[in-house]
């Protein structure tokens, strides 16, 4: 693909800039419940809050936050996640339109289809010479 033809479909450094405030705040809510999973719920629901990539974790969450004081987390958390899915989503469209984007997603795919044909048969060996008697 040619990186010069792909600039122009890089999203702006102001969505850049919020997908990142997007990631660190989950991050942070995720490490945030974490520690109280491993205080009111125990080892196994900590480890699985870390094992499943924060899903148990933001379910368990939502489950304990009125009793443990975590709705405030939650609903930022929350926030996180669907802020993160929205400027995903935008960055995918934006991507998808623009016709520089697409003609390297085409070359490539091209380029991918050539390097996957099956190399041609190597020529056959020949055939040795037939031996002459000795006189």
Do not use: R, Y
Not at 1 to 27: E, K, N, W, Y
Not at 37 to 51: D, E, N, Q
Request: proline share 9%; net charge neutral.
């Amino acid at each position: 693909m040619d990186p010069v033809a792909l600039q122009s479909a890089a999203p702006s450094p102001i969505v850049m800039g919020l997908a990142l405030l997007a990631g660190l705040g989950s991050l942070i809510c995720w490490i945030m419940v974490l520690i109280q999973s491993f205080k009111h719920g125990g080892a196994l629901w900590g480890i699985l809050g870390i094992i499943t990539c924060g899903l148990v974790a933001f379910i368990w969450g939502w489950m304990k936050s009125g009793a443990l004081g975590l709705k405030n987390i939650m609903i930022i958390w929350t926030i996180c996640i669907l802020i993160g899915i929205g400027i995903q989503g935008k960055m995918a469209a934006d991507m998808a339109s623009n016709p520089a984007f697409q003609q390297a997603i085409q070359e490539a795919q091209k380029a991918a289809e050539q390097s996957a044909a099956p190399a041609p048969a190597p020529a056959p060996a020949p055939a040795p010479a037939p031996a002459v008697p000795n006189q």
